[in-house]
C-alpha cells in the first residue's frame, strides 16, 4: 500500500472538477468491471439485498458460517432483505454480523440501545421481526465499542477471516466511521472523533432536524484494517433526502488517487471490489465550481 500524497483536501480540487464532469456512459468506460451502476436508488437497495442473500446462501450450501460486515446506513436493504430471508427460509443462524459502527455517549461507551439514533438497537428490531428459526444467535451479532474493541481481531482471526465487507460510502469519503486522519487504512477499531462534514449532514438525514448540538460527537468504529481485510469489498454510493452530495464522492471511490483525506480511495487498491451507484449519481455535475 502506498503513501498518501494527499495532506489536504485543497490538493484535490483539480482531480475533482475532472472528474465531476464525467458522465455515466465515460465513468463506466473507465472503471469497468469494478462499478455497476443500477437504473434508481430502489435497485440499489434491491442488489444490496440480493447480494447479502447470496452470501447466505452459498454458506447453506457449503455447511460453513459465513462473516459479514454490513452498515446500519443505508438502510432501506434491509426489508427487502427480510422478504427474500422470510420467502425462502434463509436463516441467518449460521452467520457472523459484524456491524460497522455506533454513535458513542459523552462518557464515551456506546449509546444506549433506546437511543433514536442507536445502530444496534435499530438493527435488533429489524433482526427480531424476523421468524425466530431465522435469527442470528445474540453472540453472533457484533458492534464495536468499549467493551470488544480489543477481541474483535481475534473473533475475525478464529473465523478465518471476513467474506464481504458490506458498506456505504460518507460525505467525506468515510466507511464505517473511518474519517480522514493521516494512516487510516491502517486503523483498527477505536472510538473517533466525527469531523463536522460528517456530522452536519448525519443531523440532517438522521430525522433529528439538523439539531448539530445535540449530535453525536464521536462513535465506535472498525478500522479500515478489518474492512479491506475482507476477501471482497461491496460497497454502495448512492445520493438521498433530495441532495445531490454523493456525486463527488463516488467519482473519488472508483477513480480517485488513493489518499488518507478521503478513506474510501484506499478500497482501490482491494483485489476484489465493488461499488455500486445509481443512475442519477452517476450522472455529472450540473454546477462546476470552477
Same mark, same amino acid.
Given at each position: 500500500m502506498q503513501e498518501s500524497r494527499w495532506a489536504s483536501t485543497g490538493q484535490r480540487s483539480g482531480e475533482i472538477l475532472r472528474l465531476n464532469a464525467l458522465g455515466a456512459t465515460e465513468l463506466q468506460r473507465r472503471v469497468g468491471a469494478r462499478l *455497476?451502476?443500477? @437504473?434508481?436508488?430502489?435497485? %440499489?437497495?434491491?442488489?444490496? /439485498?440480493?447480494?447479502? /442473500?447470496? #452470501?447466505?446462501?452459498?454458506?447453506a450450501a457449503a455447511r460453513r458460517p459465513v462473516a459479514m460486515i454490513l452498515p446500519w446506513g443505508p438502510v432501506a436493504q434491509y426489508p427487502i432483505l427480510g422478504q427474500l430471508l422470510q420467502?425462502?427460509?434463509?436463516s441467518l443462524r449460521n452467520s457472523r454480523l459484524f456491524f460497522m459502527d455506533e454513535y458513542a455517549a459523552p462518557a464515551g461507551d456506546v449509546v444506549r440501545r433506546s437511543h433514536p439514533l442507536s445502530f444496534r438497537g435499530a438493527a435488533e428490531r429489524w433482526l427480531g421481526s424476523l421468524d425466530a428459526p431465522l435469527q442470528p444467535r445474540r453472540r453472533d451479532v457484533i458492534f464495536p465499542g468499549a467493551s470488544n474493541a480489543d477481541a474483535i481481531?481475534?473473533?475475525?482471526?478464529? #473465523? =478465518?477471516?471476513?467474506?464481504v465487507c458490506f458498506g456505504g460510502v460518507g460525505v467525506h469519503g468515510h466507511i464505517a466511521f473511518n474519517e480522514p486522519e493521516?494512516?487510516? /487504512?491502517?486503523? =483498527?477499531?477505536?472510538?473517533?472523533? %466525527?469531523n463536522e462534514f460528517t456530522r452536519t449532514i448525519n443531523s440532517i438525514r438522521s430525522g433529528v432536524g439538523g439539531d448539530l448540538e445535540n449530535f453525536p460527537r464521536a462513535a465506535w468504529t472498525l478500522g479500515m484494517r478489518q474492512c479491506l481485510g475482507a476477501r471482497r469489498v461491496? %460497497?454502495?454510493? *448512492?445520493? @438521498?433526502?433530495?441532495?445531490d452530495w454523493a456525486k463527488t464522492v463516488l467519482r473519488l471511490? +472508483? #477513480? =480517485?488517487?488513493p489518499g488518507d483525506d478521503y478513506p474510501v480511495t484506499w478500497v482501490r487498491d482491494h483485489p476484489?471490489? #465493488? +461499488? +455500486?451507484?445509481? *443512475?442519477?449519481t452517476a450522472e455529472p455535475v450540473s454546477v462546476a465550481l470552477s
Open positions: *455497476r451502476i443500477v @437504473d434508481d436508488v430502489r435497485e %440499489l437497495h434491491t442488489h444490496f /439485498a440480493h447480494s447479502v /442473500a447470496e #452470501l447466505i446462501r452459498q454458506g420467502r425462502e427460509s434463509l481481531d481475534r473473533r475475525i482471526r478464529d #473465523l =478465518g477471516g471476513i467474506d493521516p494512516g487510516v /487504512a491502517r486503523t =483498527g477499531v477505536r472510538l473517533v472523533a %466525527l461491496q %460497497l454502495y454510493c *448512492r445520493s @438521498d433526502c433530495g441532495l471511490a +472508483v #477513480l =480517485g488517487e476484489d471490489h #465493488l +461499488v +455500486v451507484t445509481d *443512475r442519477a
